[in-house]
């Protein structure tokens, strides 16, 4: 039985099915224990501006800029949920963190450290997992409206930064290539794994 509250990440390329499968997982941990789903760009006032204005393209800012935003955000996220949640023992289940600006942004041209620094204070996740699609998959999975965010070049990079934080440790990487059933197993499996260990 888990006690106190995790921090658990879900990262992934657009279209990985990582949002899917962060769902699927808060809803199996929830049948023992509180559990929450929520995401990044998160549902508080920078997250939803960048949402409304900056995903789709109708405002470009500089990259810089685009990284400032998102770790606004992150603080509040944390600040405003992630952090209550855990106070209060919950699993919380994020889709997408630190680690998607380090791959888009990073990808797009910016230093990893600099992202890195003015993500000083968000929080360290106790386990990140990386979906892991090859970027032809996933565009070929995607149907609704692309986000500036999606050509096959541009996945391509951002896999590459992504695999780098695997093979340093920070990442554990899933097969996200098997059908969906079998990597929402391979998930769950990952995060018993990791909460038992932790017991
Ligand atoms: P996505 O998970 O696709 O949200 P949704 O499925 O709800 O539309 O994320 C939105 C986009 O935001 C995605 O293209 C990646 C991008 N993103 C960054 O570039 N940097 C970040 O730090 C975060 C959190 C997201």
Same mark, same amino acid.
């Given at each position: &039985?888990?006690?106190? %509250?995790? #921090?658990i990440v879900l990262e992934g390329?657009?279209?990985s099915g990582k @949002?899917?499968q962060a769902?699927i997982l808060?809803?199996?941990?929830? =049948? @023992? !224990?509180?559990?929450?789903?929520? $995401?990044?760009?998160? !549902?508080?006032?920078? %997250?939803? #501006? ?9 405002? =470009?800012?500089? +990259?810089?800029?685009? $990284?400032?935003? #998102?770790? $606004?955000?992150?603080?509040? !996220? ?10 209060? %023992? ?10 998607? @600006?380090?791959?888009?942004?990073? @990808? ?8 890195? $620094?003015?993500? #000083? ?6 386990l990140a997992l990386f979906v892991d699609v ?6 070929? =999975? ?6 500036? &965010?999606?050509?096959?070049? +541009? ?7 992504y695999?780098?934080?695997v093979?340093?440790?920070?990442l554990k990487r899933i097969d996200g290539e098997k059908?969906k059933?079998e990597v929402a197993t391979d998930i769950l499996s990952a995060v &018993?794994a990791f ?5």
């Open positions: &039985m888990v006690t106190k %509250g995790a #921090f390329l657009d279209g @949002s899917t769902k808060a809803a199996k941990l929830k =049948r @023992s !224990h509180a559990a929450v789903y929520t $995401a990044e760009p998160s !549902h508080e006032k920078i %997250g939803v #501006f960048i949402r409304n204005r900056i995903l789709y393209g109708e405002i =470009r800012p500089p +990259t810089s800029v685009e $990284a400032l935003l #998102f770790a $606004a955000d992150r603080i509040e !996220h944390i600040q405003n949920e992630v952090q209550p949640l855990l106070n209060e %023992g919950c699993l919380v289940v994020s889709d997408r963190y630190v680690y998607s @600006s380090l791959a888009y942004q990073g @990808s797009a041209g910016l230093s990893l450290e600099w992202i890195q $620094a003015v993500n #000083f204070y968000s929080l360290k996740p106790d090859a970027p032809e998959t996933v565009l070929a =999975r995607l149907k609704r409206k692309k986000s500036v &965010m999606e050509t096959l070049e +541009t996945q391509r990079k951002v896999r590459e930064v695999l780098k934080y093979k340093a440790g920070d059908p059933k &018993m909460l038992i260990a932790r017991c």
